[in-house]
């Protein structure tokens, strides 16, 4: 098995979301010369990180009808409804402009890893990546060979994402996330890096050991993985 992890250095976000657009665009499109679509399965992240991205999967107005999305988290204790919830996130940013079938949009429970392996796996995975090195809410010292379970977020999480809501004390202490294990089955994966701060969770992920204390660090161990950053 080759190992080989691309690194792009982007020049700005605009330039990162369009590129990953691109790649995705590319996937789900037609089988050339036919009007096939494949069933293509997605991994796809929430956050700041991506917003551009789905931005510019929107204005493409693209068919999106055998296309499966598996969401990497949501938060637990928290409304479907409520503005900063993943799938009312997912919701306002892609799906509410796309002709996805209802059944295809799935978010995570405690059967994930099985309906992920029943639908024939995931073909392409997106991640940001958290100040903390953590990669969907895969906190520091997640083990590898973690499944899609429910778990505590760290004090870091908790601050970066308190910016969306009114004050800190509003942001859910715990969520539901794909595991390690489940996000390394993915045939590809992607991850965008926006932002100087995180740099340090970049580099010890890339340059760094392979260790539970950087979860992102095991994406070495993918033979697919290509990582977009931009400032
Ligand atoms: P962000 O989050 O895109 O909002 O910076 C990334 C992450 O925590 O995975």
């Not at 657009?21 to 069933?39: K, M, Q, S, V």
């Not at 789905?54 to 409304?79: C, G, P, Q």
């Amino acid at each position: 098995m080759v190992k080989e992890m691309i690194i792009n250095y982007v020049k700005d976000y605009h330039t990162m979301s369009v590129m990953v657009a691109d790649i995705i665009e590319d996937l789900i499109a037609p089988t050339p010369g036919t009007h096939n679509l494949p069933h293509i399965k997605l991994g796809l992240p929430t956050g700041g990180t991506p917003i551009g991205m789905y931005k510019s999967l929107v204005e493409r107005n693209l068919t999106w009808s055998a296309v499966t999305t598996f969401n990497l988290d949501e938060y637990i204790d928290i409304d479907p409804d409520h503005p900063e919830s993943y799938t009312n996130f997912m919701w306002r940013r892609l799906h509410m402009y796309t002709n996805i079938k209802e059944e295809n949009i799935r978010f995570p429970n405690l059967n994930y890893d099985d309906e992920i392996q029943k639908a024939g796996g995931l073909d392409l995975t997106i991640l940001g990546l958290g100040s903390n090195g953590h990669i969907a809410f895969n906190e520091p010292f997640t083990p590898f060979n973690s499944t899609t379970r429910i778990v505590n977020l760290a004090q870091q999480t908790i601050k970066d994402n308190s910016r969306f809501f009114d004050s800190i004390d509003d942001v859910p202490t715990q969520a539901i996330t794909m595991g390690l294990k489940t996000i390394m089955s993915s045939k590809e994966i992607i991850m965008m890096v926006h932002g100087e701060h995180k740099r340090d969770a970049l580099v010890k992920a890339i340059w760094g050991k392979t260790t539970p204390d950087v979860p992102a660090s095991i994406l070495k161990e993918h033979e697919n993985v290509r990582v977009f950053y931009c400032d």
